[in-house]
T-cell receptor
Framework: DSGVTQTPKHLITATGQRVTLRCSPRSGDLSVYWYQQSLDQGLQFLIQYYNGEERAKGNILERFSAQQFPDLHSELNLSSLELGDSALYFC?????????????FGNGTRLTVT | GENVEQHPSTLSVQEGDSAVIKCTYSDSASNYFPWYKQELGKGPQLIIDIRSNVGEKKDQRIAVTLNKTAKHFSLHITETQPEDSAVYFCAASDLTGGGNKLTFGTGTQLKVEL
C-alpha cells in the first residue's frame, strides 16, 4: 500500500457531465500529481501541486482543473466530459516537489464516460 | 519535452531466468530515471530508481543500469518468480516547464511462466 488514497475507485457518467476525483497524499508528502492512463496514450502527466500552489502543468485540457487544499488533499475536476475522457486517473505524491523526488501512486479512479 | 521509448512491449520468461527491459530517452539533461511495476487493478509502484551521477544500482534481484552517453537505461530482474509478472514502466525526468514531471515509456508486459 503506497499510502496515497483515491476516491472513488470507479465512476460511470454520461457525456457532458462533470465529476470530481479526490486524492489524499501520503502522510508528510507536500506535493501532489495527477496522471491520466489510457490504452492509446499511456501514462500522461496532467498537473503538479506543491503545498497548495501549482508547480507544473502538462497537457491538461481546459475542461479539466485541479487544486490542492490547505490540508494537502487534492481534487481533479473534469467537466463537459467526452467519451475520450474515459481512462484511469492516478494521483501520486512526493515529499518534495523538485526533480528527482520519488513519486508514490494511488490505485486510481477508473472513469467511464458513456 | 522528453520522449521515452521502451522495449520490448511483451516479454515472456521461464521462472528462474533473467529479464531485461530497455529504455531510451531523448533529453540529455534528464537526470532521474525511476522504474515502476503495475499489477492489475493497482497503481504503479516504484521499484527502483537511478540518478544521472550513478551508472548502476542494485536492490536484491533488481538492478538498473544507465548509459548517459547513449541515453539509455535498463532494468534487470534476476531469478524471476511468478509474482514478478506485471507491467513495468520506465520513466525519465522531464525538465521542461519546471516541477517534477516524469515522462513514461509505453510499458512492458512481463510474464513469468512456471
Amino acid at each position: 500500500d503506497s499510502g496515497v488514497t483515491q476516491t472513488p475507485k470507479h465512476l460511470i457518467t454520461a457525456t457532458g457531465q462533470r465529476v470530481t476525483l479526490r486524492c489524499s497524499p501520503r502522510s508528510g508528502d507536500l506535493s501532489v500529481y495527477w496522471y491520466q492512463q489510457s490504452l492509446d496514450q499511456g501514462l500522461q502527466f496532467l498537473i503538479q501541486y506543491y503545498n497548495g500552489e501549482e508547480r507544473a502543468k502538462g497537457n491538461i485540457l481546459e475542461r479539466f482543473s485541479a487544486q490542492q487544499f490547505p490540508d494537502l488533499h487534492s481534487e481533479l475536476n473534469l467537466s463537459s466530459l467526452e467519451l475520450g475522457d474515459s481512462a484511469l486517473y492516478f494521483c501520486a505524491s512526493s515529499v518534495q516537489g523538485a526533480v528527482g523526488s520519488p513519486l508514490h501512486f494511488g490505485n486510481g479512479t477508473r472513469l467511464t464516460v458513456t | 519535452g522528453e520522449n521515452v521509448e521502451q522495449h520490448p512491449s511483451t516479454l515472456s520468461v521461464q521462472e528462474g531466468d533473467s529479464a531485461v527491459i530497455k529504455c531510451t530517452y531523448s533529453d540529455s539533461a534528464s537526470n532521474y530515471f525511476p522504474w515502476y511495476k503495475q499489477e492489475l487493478g493497482k497503481g504503479p509502484q516504484l521499484i527502483i530508481d537511478i540518478r544521472s551521477n550513478v551508472g548502476e544500482k542494485k536492490d536484491q534481484r533488481i538492478a538498473v543500469t544507465l548509459n548517459k552517453t547513449a541515453k539509455h537505461f535498463s532494468l534487470h530482474i534476476t531469478e524471476t518468480q511468478p509474482e514478478d509478472s506485471a507491467v513495468y514502466f520506465c520513466a525519465a525526468s522531464d525538465l521542461t516547464g519546471g516541477g517534477n514531471k516524469l515522462t513514461f515509456g509505453t510499458g512492458t508486459q512481463l510474464k513469468v511462466e512456471l
